[in-house]
């Protein structure tokens, strides 16, 4: 039988596309880096940044605090009282775990298992030597999974014309050997 | 429409000249237009500099890092794909030297020794380490310093030396814009072969009287591709007979053969322009890498491995085996199927040297996907970097309070598939381009030749897809 590589290969190829999208899901369902919620703010005597991944079920909080530049004391703990905008769940309190990164500052982390899209409330609060913080913001908790909707596949359409434009180009350009200019 | 002539074209776009054009073709004809981009970019730099060293230090509210790590890089690879070299053609680092050069006339001569991409490649590499090592994007203040350095290096080499020998041989950013730039879609070029033909002065080498001739080395009527053209449009402003353009090509068309270029040479035997696309491709790959969870588990065992807390060796230690070994493997495994699946008998180096420019559109889908999917998830947030800088200026809040929360340029669920896009279209691209070196080469039996490299791409691409999947880590927001 006469070997035929170019179905082979193209079949090959799709399989391994549909392979790694099918078993590959994006952890974030925002779709990258947390976002910045609160940008070095005062809250009582510390200097906060938060950044949240608001993720329906596995949402997260990021806290970073200095008090007067410096980290905080080993100590300090950060607490959020969470709450929704629209009152179906009474409100909880999740306790944040201190992680240190080589490759960042010390931050404190709090799991935050929304159940539903929508406006949430959270009210942190940062105990520790240097005293009391608190501060409240609303975050927007987003689909677990959203990588493909359908609607987003049209996103794909100017590439699929710009790749048949590209190759109907370079037939023509073969075609024509003495071309590609000069 | 003006045309190309005096070689007749391969289709009919290649005659489309956009500096014919209405509006456009005045603007580009314009003499101060590389000025006043340039100066609008170096006062971009000036404040970026400035809030830099002065400003807040968390990334994401300071202009130098959300501008040059967000926006600055998006632009980037927009204007590569869309149009060409842009951001060489705007470079604000040449600026400064418009002044000096009146006070100090560049006499030394580059070194022979040092008349190629090696240094260029070193240099490009190392960029790509400190990125990691320093945390560059999470740092205002090393973003002010690079700026910086950029100016102070950039002012040095080429006014100590004649010609732009730092623009061609060592500018990181340069070496990237150029070979990004193989596959943008237009290119500078002459409009007529025959008016070159009776040319007797050769201007667009040489200068004449208050205008410069090329300072890359390129000649027009032997330049051929983008390799090395920064789009200063000198060649264009000292032309006597108006005759060069920039005119439209077939993205990629100027890698599936093997001209003589002027002040290039043959792309072919240039081992160092090959490392150069090796590490554009390859270190695309890394740098997306170096965004996502993995990587930190792998950091963690390989400093287990070499009982380490320092973070240097052991990204070291990633960057040569995704920058060295990954690609010689790779390439090498390809190559070695090429000759015994074609019968080709052929050094493999050799074999390599050609085939590794079908990489190109892959690796520049992956900046691309990379870049973009930063730039537009992110294109908002230099409004609130603004308004916290007039409230921290001013103390009051004359553009409002500043809004966090802004953020995407598109709605996020596009992100993804946007990404898509650039990747599957970069890997289409590079399969167009190694199919048509495969037919060249075995004309008898392409798909036995393609077949290799077809593999090759789609395991990159493959890669490439799952490490989009892959959860994003917190860089870009902590400040290091």
Redesign the interface.
Request: proline share 7%; charged share 15%.
């Given at each position: 039988m006469r070997w035929r590589?170019?179905p082979l290969?193209t079949a090959?190829?799709l399989f391994?596309?549909v392979a790694?999208?099918a078993v590959?899901?994006?952890?974030?369902a925002?779709?990258?880096?947390?976002?910045?919620?609160?940008?070095?703010q005062a809250a009582g005597p510390y200097t906060i940044?938060v950044?949240a991944d608001p993720d329906v079920g596995n949402g997260r909080l990021?806290v970073?605090a200095t008090v007067g530049g410096a980290q905080v004391p080993p100590e300090t703990t950060v607490t959020a009282r969470v709450w929704p905008d629209d009152g179906h769940l009474p409100e909880a309190t999740y306790t944040g775990t201190r992680t240190s990164?080589?490759?960042?500052?010390e931050?404190f982390t709090v799991r935050v298992p929304f159940d539903a899209e929508g406006v949430w409330w959270v009210q942190l609060a940062i105990r520790g030597p240097a005293g009391l913080g608190e501060v409240t913001f609303s975050v927007t908790a987003?689909p677990a999974e959203?990588?493909?909707?359908v609607?987003?596949?049209l996103?794909?359409a100017?590439?699929a014309a710009?790749?048949a434009l590209?190759?109907w180009?370079?037939r023509?350009?073969?075609a024509?050997p003495?071309?590609?200019?000069? | 429409m003006s045309g190309?002539r005096?070689?007749?074209?391969?289709?009919e776009?290649?005659a489309v000249d956009i500096t014919a054009w209405p509006v456009l073709g005045p603007l580009f004809r314009w003499r101060h237009l590389r000025s006043a981009l340039q100066l609008l970019l170096l006062l971009v730099a000036l404040v970026l500099v400035w809030d830099g060293l002065t400003g807040?230090q968390?990334a994401?509210?300071n202009l130098a890092t959300t501008v040059t790590w967000l926006h600055y890089r998006g632009f980037v690879v927009l204007a590569l794909l869309a149009f060409g070299n842009a951001f060489c053609m705007a470079c604000p680092f040449m600026w400064p030297r418009l002044p000096l050069e009146r006070l100090v006339r560049a006499r030394l001569v580059w070194p022979r020794s040092l008349r190629s991409k090696w240094a260029g490649v070193l240099l490009l590499a190392a960029f790509l380490f400190a990125y990691e090592l320093f945390?560059l994007w999470?740092s205002p203040r090393w973003t002010a310093w690079v700026i910086v350095a950029y100016f102070a290096a950039a002012l040095t080499v080429n006014g100590l030396f004649r010609g732009a020998p730092f623009c061609k041989y060592l500018c990181p950013i340069g070496q990237f814009n150029f070979v990004g730039s193989l596959i943008s879609p237009l290119e500078i070029?002459?409009r007529d072969?025959n008016v070159c033909a009776s040319c007797t002065t050769k201007d667009c080498f040489r200068g004449r009287e208050g205008q410069r001739g090329c300072e890359l080395w390129l000649f027009q009527e032997k330049k051929?591709g983008n390799m090395d053209c920064t789009f200063c449009l000198d060649c264009i402003h000292a032309c006597p007979h108006g005759n060069v353009g920039i005119r439209f090509?077939?993205?990629g068309?100027?890698l599936w053969?093997d001209r003589l270029r002027s002040g290039v040479g043959r792309l072919w035997r240039r081992p160092d322009v090959g490392a150069l696309v090796v590490l554009f491709t390859f270190g695309a790959l890394l740098n997306a890498f170096g965004m996502v969870?993995p990587v930190?588990a792998l950091?963690a065992w390989l400093a287990g491995l070499l009982g380490t807390?320092s973070?240097w060796p052991v990204l070291g230690l990633i960057f040569v085996g995704a920058l060295v070994v990954e690609p010689a493997f790779l390439l090498g495994g390809a190559a070695w199927l090429f000759r015994a699946w074609s019968g080709r008998e052929e050094p493999l180096i050799a074999v390599i040297m050609r085939y590794v420019y079908a990489l190109v559109p892959f690796g520049m889908g992956v900046w691309s996907a990379h870049y973009l999917?930063?730039f537009l998830?992110?294109f908002w947030?230099v409004v609130?970097v603004v308004q916290?800088l007039v409230v921290e200026l001013t103390g009051s809040p004359w553009l409002g309070m500043?809004r966090?929360?802004l953020?995407p340029a598109v709605?996020?669920?596009?992100?993804?598939?946007?990404e898509?896009?650039?990747i599957?279209?970069g890997t289409?691209?590079s399969l167009?381009l190694a199919y048509?070196l495969a037919?060249r080469d075995v004309p008898q039996a392409p798909?036995?030749a393609f077949?290799p490299w077809?593999?090759l791409i789609?395991v990159l691409?493959?890669v490439d897809?799952?490490l989009m999947?892959?959860?994003?880590?917190?860089?870009?927001?902590?400040?290091?």
């Amino acid at each position: 039988m006469r070997w035929r590589i170019g179905p082979l290969l193209t079949a090959t190829a799709l399989f391994a596309l549909v392979a790694v999208l099918a078993v590959g899901r994006p952890a974030s369902a925002h779709s990258g880096a947390p976002l910045l919620i609160l940008a070095e703010q005062a809250a009582g005597p510390y200097t906060i940044s938060v950044w949240a991944d608001p993720d329906v079920g596995n949402g997260r909080l990021f806290v970073e605090a200095t008090v007067g530049g410096a980290q905080v004391p080993p100590e300090t703990t950060v607490t959020a009282r969470v709450w929704p905008d629209d009152g179906h769940l009474p409100e909880a309190t999740y306790t944040g775990t201190r992680t240190s990164s080589p490759l960042g500052p010390e931050r404190f982390t709090v799991r935050v298992p929304f159940d539903a899209e929508g406006v949430w409330w959270v009210q942190l609060a940062i105990r520790g030597p240097a005293g009391l913080g608190e501060v409240t913001f609303s975050v927007t908790a987003t689909p677990a999974e959203s990588p493909f909707s359908v609607a987003s596949l049209l996103c794909l359409a100017p590439f699929a014309a710009i790749a048949a434009l590209w190759w109907w180009g370079a037939r023509r350009v073969s075609a024509n050997p003495r071309g590609t200019g000069r | 429409m003006s045309g190309i002539r005096g070689v007749r074209p391969a289709a009919e776009w290649e005659a489309v000249d956009i500096t014919a054009w209405p509006v456009l073709g005045p603007l580009f004809r314009w003499r101060h237009l590389r000025s006043a981009l340039q100066l609008l970019l170096l006062l971009v730099a000036l404040v970026l500099v400035w809030d830099g060293l002065t400003g807040p230090q968390l990334a994401p509210t300071n202009l130098a890092t959300t501008v040059t790590w967000l926006h600055y890089r998006g632009f980037v690879v927009l204007a590569l794909l869309a149009f060409g070299n842009a951001f060489c053609m705007a470079c604000p680092f040449m600026w400064p030297r418009l002044p000096l050069e009146r006070l100090v006339r560049a006499r030394l001569v580059w070194p022979r020794s040092l008349r190629s991409k090696w240094a260029g490649v070193l240099l490009l590499a190392a960029f790509l380490f400190a990125y990691e090592l320093f945390d560059l994007w999470a740092s205002p203040r090393w973003t002010a310093w690079v700026i910086v350095a950029y100016f102070a290096a950039a002012l040095t080499v080429n006014g100590l030396f004649r010609g732009a020998p730092f623009c061609k041989y060592l500018c990181p950013i340069g070496q990237f814009n150029f070979v990004g730039s193989l596959i943008s879609p237009l290119e500078i070029a002459v409009r007529d072969h025959n008016v070159c033909a009776s040319c007797t002065t050769k201007d667009c080498f040489r200068g004449r009287e208050g205008q410069r001739g090329c300072e890359l080395w390129l000649f027009q009527e032997k330049k051929y591709g983008n390799m090395d053209c920064t789009f200063c449009l000198d060649c264009i402003h000292a032309c006597p007979h108006g005759n060069v353009g920039i005119r439209f090509r077939l993205p990629g068309s100027e890698l599936w053969q093997d001209r003589l270029r002027s002040g290039v040479g043959r792309l072919w035997r240039r081992p160092d322009v090959g490392a150069l696309v090796v590490l554009f491709t390859f270190g695309a790959l890394l740098n997306a890498f170096g965004m996502v969870s993995p990587v930190y588990a792998l950091e963690a065992w390989l400093a287990g491995l070499l009982g380490t807390t320092s973070e240097w060796p052991v990204l070291g230690l990633i960057f040569v085996g995704a920058l060295v070994v990954e690609p010689a493997f790779l390439l090498g495994g390809a190559a070695w199927l090429f000759r015994a699946w074609s019968g080709r008998e052929e050094p493999l180096i050799a074999v390599i040297m050609r085939y590794v420019y079908a990489l190109v559109p892959f690796g520049m889908g992956v900046w691309s996907a990379h870049y973009l999917f930063h730039f537009l998830s992110g294109f908002w947030g230099v409004v609130p970097v603004v308004q916290n800088l007039v409230v921290e200026l001013t103390g009051s809040p004359w553009l409002g309070m500043p809004r966090w929360d802004l953020g995407p340029a598109v709605p996020v669920e596009w992100l993804n598939t946007l990404e898509l896009g650039f990747i599957a279209l970069g890997t289409w691209g590079s399969l167009l381009l190694a199919y048509r070196l495969a037919r060249r080469d075995v004309p008898q039996a392409p798909w036995r030749a393609f077949a290799p490299w077809a593999l090759l791409i789609g395991v990159l691409a493959l890669v490439d897809v799952w490490l989009m999947l892959q959860p994003m880590e917190m860089r870009g927001t902590f400040l290091a």
